[in-house]
């Protein structure tokens, strides 16, 4: 069983940054797919960032140039940083990870406003 664990969301305001993270927990390879959804008030679940077992990553190009995907494979750890923040980003972040199946967190919120 893999449990995953979203933390860092909060409040910020526009402009500024924030970093998440998401642990996982149980046995896991590092060759595993994870990445970061998001879904906003009123709005569809979208695909964030991901990133492959071998380092390889993908953005949605809503967050190109502003958001890094990033993994610890040591810690078992997933991150994503999110920088020059947009009222337009708040929303609850989840992360996945795909080992034999898929899996989610929780989800964490950010809540980005002035």
């Known amino acids: 069983q893999v449990q995953l664990v979203e933390s860092g969301g909060g409040l910020v305001q526009p402009g500024g940054s924030l970093r998440l993270s998401c642990a996982a927990s149980g046995s896991i390879s590092s060759f595993n797919a994870m990445g970061w959804y998001r879904q906003g008030p009123g709005k569809q679940r979208e695909l964030v960032a991901s990133?492959?077992?071998?380092?390889?990553?993908n953005y949605a190009d809503s967050v190109k140039g502003r958001f890094t995907i990033s993994r610890d494979n040591a810690k078992n750890t997933l991150y994503l940083q999110m920088n020059s923040l947009k009222p337009e980003d708040t929303a609850v972040y989840l992360c996945y990870l795909v080992y034999q199946q898929l899996y989610w967190g929780q989800g964490t919120q950010v809540t980005v406003s002035s």
């Open positions: 990133i492959t077992g071998r380092g390889s990553t």
